[in-house]
């Protein structure tokens, strides 16, 4: 599903050259939940970004679904990222002018899908992430983990085959944590979801199928995590 | 079509400064197609204040230079003259110490009805103003402002000529705007030999009523040709054509509005662009999301600047409408109320407001290209990373 092979990462920030990633070598096979881990700086969210095609290598190769990600265009990259990857971010990031039925409909208005099609995908979605009957309410009008069910229904309206998500835990307290974690594994297990996951949490160890740990750019070890084997 | 509700949310999400961005907006775009109605209106005023059958003759030298009074008779003498008469200027003042001048002129009392059939004054007043010597027809806009009334006695102390006179006011020019003064030319020319000065030889202006339109321009060249080897040529053209050299002595500060509106159109595009900007700045998390999902560079950037020219041709719409209901109030009101006078005439056109519309949505485009492309060319994950 996923095929990194020696990758590294090297941004100009000035006259000096920082080193996200060197030559990072990984395998994610199609339906496992991952955990990318290490400490801050150490390259998780970088790797993330890669193999989601929001950025380029510097070297190296990221296969993804079948597709070589590093010589395709911008536009492409967006197609790409339309068609195989769902999103998930720490802050939510709902769009608050629009009610929760409205942002799961985002990615679907790239689609040619009538509105009635996409509307009715979108209270699927929201369903599936238990908020069937908030479907109109804003996001101020829902509580930090209910944003992150929006979210993660934002991430899997359009049936990507990977959702990746970047400290989806981070903004929430310790049960809406627990059961956001739920929710990505039951995606994985439920509905054949790749999901990658950067995170700092200690409790989606006992979650994930795998855990990677970076640190200063390089993949230190791979280890099985608590919800599968490695 | 199915980004139309995205992008008009985005417009809600900050109400106050939508509204006040669209309302600068519909200020100027008013205020521009107002200013594009001063040339129609001013032909228009033309046209009301002046007639195209009748005709001014004057000293080809200049206005301050006088006509042989033998002139008049040899003009209505011509074909198609319908009436001739002649203004003298006799420049009296009324409380002279408060600086109280309007303009007065000797005329033949005869010629007034026909020469001025459109000034529709009283017949009775005219046959009146024939009969008394001393009599004076008064503009309403001179008897207003001095608190005169018919059967009034008043008194001019002559400044051009070296006689003062008193009038007895034996009528009105019925036009609110009309300040004029007219006199009996005989009463002057009397009163200039009483004082032991020759009498009236001369003229300052004639005026001519012509039977047909048609006519005036064989008309024009008639009356030239006949006095081009006299002592004094003349130079003739329709009271139109008289009064439009006079506006055209307006036409630098139209030029200077037309500058103004110009500028205040530039302000316009600063204030929409800042206020793109600020909106696209604030929502620069939320543009990565949308190229995370993804939106395309084009989507992205036609969605901000689609948010822009819609919020620009909305406030536009608005402010070409309220041009257009003012002028049109103006044009009804202009009907029953005679102060607001040649202001009927200055309406906003269908044209005039679809030039403002376009206007609008060039401001919508200027302001929204910038920030809108910025935005989209702005790299996903470097983004992310600043703003996460």
């Not at chain 2, 822009?308 to 002028?327: H, I, N, P, R």
């Not at chain 2, 935005?375 to 996903?380: L, S, T």
């Amino acid at each position: 599903m996923i095929e990194i092979r020696d990758v590294s990462r090297i941004y100009q920030r000035g006259a000096d050259e920082i080193h996200a990633l060197e030559h990072v070598t990984l395998h994610i096979a199609r339906g496992r939940f991952v955990a990318l881990m290490g400490p801050s700086g150490s390259g998780k969210s970088t790797l993330l970004n890669l193999l989601a095609g929001l950025d380029r290598p510097s070297s190296g190769s990221v296969e993804v679904a079948g597709q070589r990600l590093n010589d395709l265009s911008e536009d492409e990259l967006a197609r790409f990222r339309a068609r195989h990857v769902g999103f998930v971010f720490q802050f939510f990031n709902l769009i608050p002018v629009l009610d929760a039925r409205a942002n799961v409909e985002l990615p679907l208005l790239l689609t040619k899908l009538t509105k009635a099609d996409r509307l009715s995908r979108a209270e699927t979605a929201l369903r599936v992430v238990g908020l069937g009957e908030r479907s109109h309410h804003k996001p101020s009008e829902l509580s930090g983990g209910e944003q992150q069910r929006v979210a993660i229904a934002r991430a899997i309206v359009s049936d990507p085959e990977i959702v990746v998500a970047d400290e989806p835990t981070g903004d929430l307290d310790a049960k809406n944590a627990t059961e956001i974690l739920g929710l990505l594994r039951d995606l994985c297990r439920d509905f054949d979801k790749t999901v990658v996951m950067v995170t700092h949490d200690p409790r989606g160890e006992s979650f994930v199928d795998e855990i990677h740990h970076l640190d200063k750019g390089v993949l230190r070890d791979s280890v099985a995590g608590g919800g599968g084997g490695a | 079509m199915k980004f139309l509700p995205f992008i008009w949310r985005q417009l809600a999400r900050n109400k106050i400064r939508t509204l006040l961005t669209a309302g600068a907006i519909a200020l100027a775009v008013a205020l521009v197609c107002l200013l594009l109605t001063m040339p129609a209106g001013m032909d228009a005023m033309l046209k009301r204040l002046a007639s195209n059958t009748r005709v001014v003759v004057v000293n080809k030298a200049g206005i301050t230079y006088q006509l042989p009074y033998s002139y008049l008779q040899k003009i209505r003498a011509m074909p198609g003259v319908v009436g001739a008469a002649s203004w003298t200027w006799y420049g009296g003042a009324f409380e002279i110490e408060k600086g109280v001048t309007f303009p007065n002129f000797a005329v033949e009392p005869d010629a007034i009805g026909s020469v001025w059939a459109d000034y529709k004054i009283d017949p009775e007043q005219l046959e009146s103003f024939r009969r008394h010597r001393n009599g004076a027809l008064v503009g309403r806009a001179t008897l207003t402002a001095n608190h005169w009334k018919i059967g009034d006695t008043v008194s001019l102390r002559g400044t051009a000529w070296p006689v003062d006179l008193s009038f007895e006011i034996v009528g009105e020019v019925p036009n609110d705007r009309s300040p004029v003064f007219w006199l009996q030319r005989e009463y002057l020319d009397q009163a200039l030999r009483a004082a032991g000065r020759p009498g009236l030889d001369s003229l300052g202006i004639v005026w001519v009523r012509v039977d047909d339109a048609a006519r005036v321009e064989p008309l024009l060249r008639e009356i030239d040709e006949t006095f081009r080897n006299s002592e004094a040529q003349t130079s003739s053209e329709t009271e139109q054509s008289y009064f439009k050299n006079f506006f055209s002595m307006l036409q630098g500060f139209v030029t200077v509005i037309l500058i103004v509106t110009g500028l205040v159109a530039l302000c316009i595009v600063f204030i929409a662009a800042n206020t793109a900007s600020m909106s696209v700045r604030e929502r620069f998390g939320e543009i990565a999301v949308l190229k995370a999902v993804g939106w395309s560079r084009r989507l992205i950037f036609g969605t901000l600047l689609a948010e822009a020219v819609l919020l620009s041709t909305l406030g536009g719409a608005t402010g070409a409408a309220v041009s257009f209901g003012l002028t049109q109030a103006l044009r009804g009101a202009a009907g029953w109320n005679p102060a607001l006078g040649p202001l009927g005439g200055f309406v906003v056109s269908q044209a005039v407001a679809v030039q403002g519309l376009f206007l609008a949505l060039f401001v919508g485009m200027i302001s929204g290209v910038v920030p809108a492309f910025g935005a989209a060319r702005r790299g996903v994950a470097e983004t992310l990373r600043e703003v996460f």
